[in-house]
C-alpha cells in the first residue's frame, strides 16, 4: 500500500503562479526524494531532503520538512507551461531496508500558459 | 553518459503468457529496483537487486521474480500473467547507501488482453 498522501491530488495554476504541493507520509524516514513524472513515462529526480534537513532549494523548487508532523512541501515557483507533470513524494525510511522507495499517490499539475 | 535504459517500451501479452522486462542501470551504479505503476497510482516497490541477489522484495507474488547480471543489469520475470498486471514497470539503479538518489528509466508499458 501507498504510505504517503500528496494533497492536492490534483492543481491547475496560470504560468508564472506558484505551486505548492504536500505529501504526508506515516513512518520515520531516512530521507524524502520528489520525482516529476511527465504523462506516464519515467520518474525523473528533482530534489532529495534528509531527516535532519528542513528546507532545500534548487533552481525554482523548494523543499520543506517537517518531521514532526510527518510531512513535506515541494514549491515551484514562476511556474511554466513545462512544468505540467504529476509530482511525486517518495520516503525512504529507517526501517524499511537498504534503499526501497515509498511513493505518494501524486499530484497532477497542470500549468496554462 | 547513458542513462537508464528499459527494453522494450511498450509489449502486450495474453493472459496466463510469461513475460521478460529488461534493465540496464546508469553507468557505474550497482544496485537496481523494479516498480510496478498502476495507472493513476504511484509506483509500488517489487524487489531490489545489489551483487546478483534479491535483496529486497515488496508485496508481490511469487509470480513475479527477477535476475541481476555480472554487468548489474537486470530482468523482471512475471509468470502466468493476469489482467491486473497491466501497468508501467520502472525500473531504477543507484549506487549504494541509503541515501543515494535513485534514477528511473522510461518504463515499459505491459497490457495484457
Known amino acids: 500500500s501507498q504510505q504517503g498522501e500528496e494533497d492536492p491530488q490534483a492543481l491547475s495554476i496560470q504560468e508564472g503562479e506558484n505551486a505548492t504541493m504536500n505529501c504526508s507520509y506515516k513512518t520515520s524516514i531516512n530521507n524524502l526524494q520528489w520525482y516529476r513524472q511527465n504523462s506516464g513515462r519515467g520518474l525523473v529526480h528533482l530534489i532529495l531532503i534528509r531527516s535532519n534537513e528542513r528546507e532545500k532549494h534548487s533552481g525554482r523548487l523548494r523543499v520543506t520538512l517537517d518531521t514532526s508532523k510527518k510531512s513535506s512541501s515541494l514549491l515551484i515557483t514562476a511556474s511554466r507551461a513545462a512544468d505540467t507533470a504529476s509530482y511525486f513524494c517518495a520516503t525512504r525510511g529507517t526501517n524499511t531496508g537498504f534503499q526501497k522507495l515509498v511513493f505518494g499517490t501524486g499530484t497532477r499539475l497542470l500549468v496554462s500558459p | 553518459d547513458a542513462g537508464v535504459t528499459q527494453s522494450p517500451t511498450h509489449l502486450i501479452k495474453t493472459r496466463g503468457q510469461q513475460v521478460t522486462l529488461r534493465c540496464s542501470p546508469k553507468s557505474g551504479h550497482d544496485t537496481v529496483s523494479w516498480y510496478q505503476q498502476a495507472l493513476g497510482q504511484g509506483p509500488q516497490f517489487i524487489f531490489q537487486y545489489y551483487e546478483e541477489e534479491e535483496r529486497q522484495r515488496g508485496n508481490f507474488p511469487d509470480r513475479f521474480s527477477g535476475h541481476q547480471f555480472p554487468n548489474y543489469s537486470s530482468e523482471l520475470n512475471v509468470n502466468a500473467l493476469l489482467l491486473g498486471d497491466s501497468a508501467l514497470y520502472l525500473c531504477?539503479?543507484?549506487?549504494?547507501?541509503?541515501?543515494?538518489?535513485?534514477?528511473f528509466g522510461q518504463g515499459t508499458r505491459l497490457t495484457v488482453v
Open positions: 531504477a539503479s543507484s549506487l549504494g547507501g541509503v541515501e543515494a538518489e535513485a534514477f
